[in-house]
Structures are given as C-alpha cells and as structure tokens.
C-alpha cells in the first residue's frame, strides 16, 4: 500500500507552507504530495488567507524542489483551463521534476469559486472532461515529428504540434468520484489510476467493481488501473492529542472516525486493513492542518510502517 500526503491549500496556504510539507513527506518516505486545485476556501473554519495558490504553479516549483516523490493534482477541473494549455502545463512540469507529475482530472463542482473569480461553469460538463482526456492523452501519445487534430463539441484543435512532450512515456491520469456509468467508463477508456474520494468505508468495493466492468467492458484488463482511495486525516497517540488534531481542522472526534482515518494508530491501522482488502493500494491523506508537520512524522512512525 502506497500513502501520499494530500493538502487543500486554498483553505490557507503559501508556497512555503506547501514546500514544508511536500519536502517533510519526502523525507518521511510518503509516495507523493497532491494538492487540491481550487481558488476559494470552504466553509467558515478556515480563513483562507494569505489568498489561494495556482496548482499547477506551485507543483512546477515543488519539482525544483524536491528530487523523489510524486506530484500532482486531485483533481485539476475541465472549467480551470483548455485542453492545449493544459498539457502544456503538465509536460513542463513533468520535464522540470524528471518525470514525476500525475494529472488528476474532474469536472468541477464548486460553482461559488467560478463565480469568485470569473470562471464560466457550464452547467453540464461531463461532455468536457471526456474531450479533455481524450486530447490531452492524445497530444502526449503523438509522436514528435507528426501533428494532432481534434474537433469535438466543446474543443477543436488544427495540426497542433503536440509539443511539448513529458519526460514519463506514459504520464499517469486519474479519473475518480461515486458516480455509478459515467465516471468508470471514463477511467477504464483514459486513466491509469481510479480514485474514489471521501466515498463511504463501504461502499469503497462496490465503487471499484463498477470500474472493473467498466473496463471488462471495453476489453481492458482491470488489474491495469491502480485503485485509490482519499480521505481526511487525524491522528494522536492519546485521544487528548487527537482531539486536538480534530479541533484544529473543525471536526467533531466521533465524525472524523466515522467518515476519516482518525483516531490512535491502532484504530487508523485496523481501518486501512479493511480498505486493503476492499482492494485500495494507494490511501491519499488529506492534511487540512498544514502548519502540523509533526503529524506527518507521527503518521510516518506509528501508521504507514505497518503496510510497508
């Protein structure tokens, strides 16, 4: 089982903030750090300040920075930008980190940020991400030399020179949600990796079932895709320590254990048993609280070791 460190800095963060935690979790032997691509906070715990950070601008100087782990988005949404630009965007950084960025992509959802700051929000956008996966694998799988054409209802590309390339062959995608048709075709057609964010505990194997018959479907075999899962974090190694980690992001301690990996290191170790053999081998960690780098260390000493 893989553990990657996942941040939602719109809540309140800046670059160093993030650099801290992306540089501990390498330290600590976390696979990767992603990050959260919104422009508005949520909800009234968090004050937001100093302002939000661009995604993909902050992965691109977290590739200078670091040298081992993963870095990517969960997810970057279809509304944020076009296609073309977007691949450029992912291949630069996969070119300034060696080869080490994922592109999580989804539809978007939070209608209050477009409105913030003047982000047309279709009101049905499944249509988008599909064309947008199908033309961003399309521009990177174009060999050099030859051009790629696109023309779809929402995107049209003409001989476009699908330049830049990544440095990976294959630059991992990944598609995720609850959703019961839609969403596993879409990942059984375009990712590498299917990820079911905050879904409830049990419903984790029924949501992976469905993207393995997505992908029985179409005749791809569903041990290709890597399977994952996201959920919030808190841990303490007495219930006063974690209480205090659960005040800190705004949870209430029985709710974070129902919904989260909360809880004392018996309790989250017991949990990501039972995802393991629902089929999770990689656990995204959401830290809400980016200020406690001691609560990676303590998640690096006394949980993930334990799944190595």
Request: net charge negative; hydrophobic share 40%.
């Amino acid at each position: 089982m893989k553990f990657r460190i996942f941040t939602e800095p719109q809540q309140g963060a800046t670059y160093d903030d993030q650099l801290a935690i992306a540089q501990a979790a390498e330290r600590l032997g976390f696979d990767a750090y992603f990050r959260s691509d919104h422009y508005l906070k949520m909800g009234d715990h968090f004050s937001g300040m100093p302002g939000p950070t661009d995604a993909w601008t902050t992965l691109a100087g977290l590739a200078r920075e670091t040298s081992r782990i993963r870095l990517g988005t969960l997810v970057s949404s279809v509304t944020y930008r076009v296609p073309g630009i977007l691949a450029i965007q992912v291949a630069q950084v996969d070119q300034m980190s060696n080869g080490r960025v994922e592109l999580g992509l989804g539809t978007g959802w939070y209608e209050e940020e477009h409105a913030a700051y003047g982000i047309s929000f279709p009101p049905k956008r499944f249509g988008m991400l599909e064309e947008q996966l199908e033309i961003i694998t399309g521009l990177f799988e174009t060999p050099v030399g030859e051009t790629y054409s696109f023309d779809g209802k929402h995107y049209s590309l003409t001989d476009s020179p699908a330049l830049p390339k990544p440095v990976q062959s294959r630059v991992p995608v990944i598609v995720g949600g609850g959703g019961p048709k839609r969403t596993p075709a879409m990942a059984a057609r375009f990712a590498t990796e299917f990820n079911a964010p905050f879904v409830p505990f049990e419903k984790i194997a029924p949501t992976f079932e469905g993207v393995r018959r997505a992908c029985e479907a179409i005749e791809r075999d569903p041990d290709d895709l890597t399977y994952s899962a996201a959920f919030v974090t808190a841990a303490g190694s007495t219930e006063a320590e974690y209480e205090r980690r659960a005040a800190a992001i705004g949870r209430e301690t029985g709710e974070l254990r129902t919904n989260g990996l909360a809880g004392t290191p018996s309790e989250i170790i017991d949990r990501l048993g039972a995802l393991q053999n629902d089929g999770v081998e990689t656990v995204y960690l959401q830290i809400l609280d980016l200020s406690d780098l001691e609560h990676l260390e303590f998640l690096a000493a006394e949980v993930t070791p334990h799944f190595a």
